[in-house]
């Protein structure tokens, strides 16, 4: 079981936040703030688990986390995940990331906190893995969106906005973010 | 209209959308709470608006705060509103926002329920994909439950993407409701095996979560994922089935026996790093589980360790991290594999990363041997040196202690050695871990009596240089060793060569700076070092100038201590100052004090184990939890206060628990507690003994005369430029081990010349020189912890009894019954509409308590092929059983309305009872068509505890939970709910099952109970128990019928064919059937003949045995237990319909709701009203007679009287009500 996934930036300011059990507010936000202390001081070159941190903790629980250039995605997991799975999930959901905002950037988590959270929506469902193929969770993102859209879409103004906000140049996130170190193969499910 | 529609959409257009308000946050980063204020303002206004995309912009703003750590649950029924549009746009966010931000306690939840539903049947699939996806977040129990049935339905829908989100959801609806399990797990068998890989995926997800928990009951699916591992390409689903045939395997070894060799292949072949980990964390897992006498997995190991090896030496962090924490599952079982690969392990200590850093030293924790320990810690205590942060340097600490304290000091060789670890572990700043050094000084000075003079010295010499640790008190904890060191030189001052010098140490000014509790513990041993001066000295005349300026020393130090602000010291200063004073006029008149002096101290201090304590038993004849006194009414607080401060006091002196003294116990009862504790440790394998080789190296000289504590130069301060000084002893010990060596390899050489390389070897090689060549340095006499006499055994059971995982802990196996195959439904069931809610209120009972109903059902273990035979013919009484089963549960007129309330119809409610009983009836009665005796043995220490019948009767019912639980449990309720009775003192453990018959086989109790539904029947619940070794199989129940009463038989059965028990009877399992009897006549009492016949089954041979029984059918047996309003029951008696009777029992010294629990428990009565020692009663016969009663007690005489409309029932019902009191 997932029991939270945080993703913040290098200087802890939280970018999506998904608890899978239930924390007031106040204590999410020092989970967050834990969190971040623990991660941040890390080296790059470090492993990337850590066990402990309080808050979330429990000798059954771990932290799993992968840094990109600005951002942090942290995933607090149990016993029952594989490790190295829940690596390659972030790989996913990254890379996910990268192609619903075509080069997604810190940016594109700011203003669209909403989409990323429909995004992650169908990876990781109730603290549980739904699906772990890239394709299918893409395709099934874009047809929620292409239904929205026929509904006449949310607002017709932030796509504006957004563009707008785009155009000022602020770290991307690195395209093709390494994959080769951690040698699982993605699962390779069929499409239906 | 259009008007209207423009303008909103103008107004619209001003509105901040998400992006705008993180802009605006962006641009107010200086008053950011401020912006934000107004921003919730806005969006509150924003909210009062009916245009629904307003409120779903608002709540997109609200979702995005709450990130932020604002609470919105006040916009809870905005984001219901948002979740119930019709647009899907809105719909997602308000789901988004209700997942983010519901919870349990979120009142509103309960009016999402039809929403929820709705959505979940919308033809849109990602209206329901929505539902679903928001519904995992925030499900709570009665969502589960209401909607289960929903759920289960799309499990099987059309859409792939519909069905995986359905089966994970599973599982919190499992989770949450436990009862959907059994009914859904089919279904989710099915999933296994779906075309779809994403819902195949899914199932394997949910199945892995619940078998993590519950392993057993999913052992019979073993089969089924062992043909997915073979066959499933995905790696996610055979990460998932490798873990999880890795929590199976401990259950079951012949699983793990066969799955070596699939997962060898796959190490082999896989190329996936994540994979190999789990197949090898898998064959690890195996391997513990066959650990013994599997001499031929040593392969298996070598393989496992392998390639544990090159994921450590791998360059990715995470390899190794992952690596040396699989290792560490290897050490527990095979540690010498693991020990090769010691300098792999030590390597690793000097990652740069601290997680692997941790890693490893939790491997080496593990790896020490009394070889190599020294050799480890010194490489710790290099690492002390060197580790920067606090954390892992304190974390190192902890390690290196916990490594040399394990087992009760069982790798240290020579404790001198050990004592200078930890003196040199003081010199850490700012470690907070002072008490733990502190205790292990005390620790070691205490049970290791060889040692006390080596640790007085420099627990001496640490007194003298205490300001080196006391620099800055505030931060530093590392004081607290002080603490031991003045402890250790008061209590064994006769080994301090200059008890002056330390009593001066201890007397210092600086003192003053410490913490309270060293003061005084100071103050105290400066007492018992002056009784050791005052003994030393006096007699020879030429020093009594000595022993006078001790004392004036002391009177000279000692006010300094009477004015600290500290109780304890400033009591225990002025205590002994006086004492001091006292003594000192003695001496200057030349009166010899010493030998009183030191009486104060005397007596030996022996450990007590930390849980003597409580291991105390409890005397015959105390209750702990009666009141002595009264308690004062009314002053609660005041109560509290004063058992926090008992508490305290008690927690101090914990503290200090090696303080007291037994000088009152007289010399006879400790020499005989002495002799005692001796002849225990002579049997004690952990108690050190002094053995003939240990003998042997003391009479070589390597003894602790020969330690030459003069090497160490005590008066320099503790920091020794160049080598710290345990290095000193690590040189000494290889030294001596050297010489031991040598010695016994002229003797060994001597005998057999073929030995002779075995003393070359160096340390460091992991050599062949085995742990009993190392013997100890001296003798060490480890003290072993006092208990007090008859002490219990067994610990307290630490599991978490809050585990939501406990309750889905249910047996799978067994077949479904037919009634069981749903879900509960709300629909329309009219004829029954009268009974259920009460039903349904058994169902929400359930839910706190579904531990119990799990012991039951595991026995209830099917052959599938035979109960689908069988199902027809058991379909019948089953469904009798469960009416049997709902009325005998008390109806309870409040409770049903308030069950019925809440939700929307009250009709659909009440049929959900049909459907949600049989889980309670099976519960309740397990009714077993067939136990599979294989599986039964399996878990048979379980069943017999639930459901074994002990001879006696009394031990039973105990066992026998849950039937009495269940009854009494009513009958409680009742007394409460309906009449005024306050029930304080519980009742005392009661059953109606009574004994049928009994040879040396079998034994059958059996309970009677009437069927409300149909007033001709009875239903007869027989426990069999099997009380030989052998296999009871193809029982027959059969009874003569009367005119009267006839059993129930299955359509074209003969009149006089008995009925197949629907089990067979491991030895020593008891189960359950229950029978159906019809009666035409109730008013009299019945007796009916019946034989059981059945095959007992040994080895070789099986023989036919028949055992006769008597049933009795009881007037009681025909009432039922049905409550009735006091207005009801006062025209009831005005109608004049009844006629009267009454009963008088004399000597009933039971209390009064005792009574009344026990003629509503026995004789299934309900009561209607309490006044003081008066009740009235109603019951009613399964044929509708009314029956009251009006109890009254006075002077251990209660009178009955009864009215009945039936004079020949009433008249035997009170005969047996007066049988039932004249027993007990």
Known sequence: ???????????????????????????????????????????????????????????????????????????????????LGILDLIQVFVETLDKCFENVCELDLIFHMDKVHFILQEVVMGGMVLETNMNEIVGQVELQNRMEKSEGGFSAAPARAVSAVKNINLPEMPRNINIGDINIKVPSLSPF | MALKIVKGSIDRMFDKNLQDLVRGIRNHKEDEAKY??????????????????????????????????????????????????????????????????FHESTDVIMLTTNQIRKDLSSPNQYDTGVALTGLSCFVTPDLARDLANDIMTLMSHTKPYIRKKAVLIMYKVFLKYPESLRPAFPRLKEKLEDPDPGVQSAAVNVICELARRNPKNYLSLAPLFFKLMTSSTNNWVLIKIIKLFGALTPLEPRLGKKLIEPLTNLIHSTSAMSLLYE?????????????????????????????????????????????????????????????????????????????????????????????????????????????????????????????????NYQYITNFEWYISILVELTRLEGTRHGHLIASQMLDVAIRVKAIRAFAVAQMATLLDNAHLLTGNTQRNGICEVLYAAAWICGEFSEHLEEPMVTLEAMLRPKVATLPG??????????????????????????????????????????????????????????????????????????????????????????????????????????????????????????????????????????????????????EKELAKRREVRKAEQANNPFYIKASPSSQKVYQDGVGVEHIPVVQIDLSVPLKVPGMPMSDQYVKLEEERRERNKADKKKKKDKKKR????????????????????????????????????????????????????????????????????????????????????????????????????TGKEKKEKKDRKKSKEKKKKHKQEEEEDLMGAGSEEPVQPEETKEVAAPPPASTPEAAAAPASTPRTASGMAAVAPDSEPEEAKDTEPEETKSST???????????????????????????????????????????????????????????????????????????????????????????????????QRPDGAGPHDGLIVPFQLPPGISNEARFIFSVQNIVMPQKLKGTLTFIVKTDDSSTHEKLDFKLHFTCTSYLITTPCYSDAYSKLLESGDLKGCSLKLEGVNQPFHHLLARICFHHHFSVVERIDSCASMYSRSIQGHHMCLLVKTADQTVSIDAKCDEPGLLGNVLDEIKLTFSQC
């Open chain 2, 517 to 666: 509790h060293i003061q005084a513990v100071y103050v105290q041993n400066a007492a018992k070092l002056f009784a050791t001066v005052l003994r030393g000295h006096e007699g020879v005349p030429a020093d009594s100038m000595v022993a006078q300026e001790t004392s004036q020393l002391l009177i000279d130090r000692l006010p300094l201590f009477v004015q600290s602000s500290n109780l304890e010291v400033q009591e225990r200063a002025s205590c002994i100052l006086q004492l001091v004073k006292y003594i000192q006029k003695l001496q200057q008149k030349d009166v010899e004090v010493a030998e009183e002096v030191t009486a104060l101290f005397a007596g030996e201090l022996n450990p007590v184990a930390p849980k003597a304590q409580k291991k105390v038993p409890v005397p015959e004849g105390l209750d702990l939890d009666v009141w002595i006194n009264e308690p004062p009414s009314g002053s609660e607080s005041e109560d509290e206060g004063r058992k926090s401060k008992g508490k305290a006091v008690f927690a101090k002196e914990e503290s200090r628990h090696t303080k007291p003294r037994y000088t009152e116990v007289d």
């Open chain 2, 36 to 101: 934000i204020s107004t921003c919730i303002d806005e969006i509150k206004q924003e909210l009062k608006q009916d245009n629904i995309a307003v409120k779903a912009n608002a709540v997109c703003k609200l979702t995005y705060l709450q990130m932020l750590g604002y609470d919105v649950s006040w916009a809870a029924f905005n984001i219901v509103e948002v979740m119930s549009s019709s647009k899907f746009t809105y719909k997602r966010i308000g789901y988004l926002a209700a997942s983010q931000c």
């Open chain 2, 754 to 853: 073929e030995k002779g390389e075995k003393g070359r070897r160096r340390r460091g090689d992991s050599g062949p020189e085995s742990e009993e060549d190392i013997t100890p340095a001296h003798m060490v006499d480890i003290v072993t912890e006092e208990m007090p006499e008859n002490a219990l055994p067994s610990d307290d059971d630490d599991k978490d009894p809050n585990d939501p995982h406990k309750a889905l802990n249910i047996d799978l196996d067994k077949p479904l019954a037919d009634s069981e195959k749903k879900l509960p439904v709300r629909s329309h069931r009219p004829d029954e509409v009268l009974k259920s809610p009460m039903e349904d209120r058994q169902v929400v009972e359930v839910v706190p308590e579904p531990k119990k109903k």
């Open chain 2, 949 to 1047: 019948h002990k001879k006696k009767k009394q031990k039973k019912e105990k066992k026998k939970k849950k039937h009495h639980h269940n009854h009494s449990d009513g009958a409680g309720d009742e007394s409460v709910q309906n009449g005024t009775v306050e029930e304080e003192e519980p009742l005392p453990p009661m059953s109606n099952y009574a004994l049928l018959a009994e040879n040396s086989y079998i034994k059958m109790v059996c309970d009677i109970q009437g069927n409300l539904q149909d007033g001709s029947q009875v239903v007869v619940s027989v426990i069999f128990e099997n009380k030989c070794d052998s296999f009871i199989k193809s029982m027959e129940f059969n009874v003569l019928d009367s005119l009267n009463s006839k059993l």
């Open chain 1, 1 to 83: 079981m997932i029991k939270a996934i945080l993703i913040f930036n290098n200087h802890g300011k939280p970018r999506l936040i998904r608890f899978y059990e239930y924390f007031a507010e106040d204590v999410q936000q020092q989970i967050i703030r834990e969190t971040f202390h623990l991660v941040s001081k890390r080296d790059d070159n470090v492993c990337n688990f850590l066990e402990g941190g309080s808050l979330i903790g429990g000798s059954d629980y771990k932290l799993i986390y992968r840094h990109y250039a600005t951002l942090y995605f942290v995933f607090c997991v149990d016993s029952s995940e594989s490790e």
């Open chain 2, 279 to 407: 197949c090898v964390n898998t064959v690890i897992a195996v391997l513990i589980s066959l650990s013994s006498g599997m001499p031929n997995h040593s392969a298996s190991i070598q393989l496992c360790v392998q390639k544990l090896r090159i994921l450590i030496e791998d360059s990715d962090q995470n390899l190794k991290y992952l690596g040396l924490l699989a290792m560490s599952k290897i050490l527990k079982t095979h540690p010498k594999s693991v020990q090769s690969h010691k300098d792999l392990i030590l390597q690793c200590l000097d990652d740069k990363d601290e997680s692997i850093r941790l890693r490893a030293l939790d491997l080496l924790y593990g790896m020490v041997s009394k070889k190599n320990l020294m050799e480890i810690v010194k490489k710790l205590m290099l690492h002390v040196d060197k580790a920067e942060g606090t954390t892992y340097r304190d974390e190192l600490l902890t390690k290196i202690i916990d490594i040399c304290s394990q087992s």
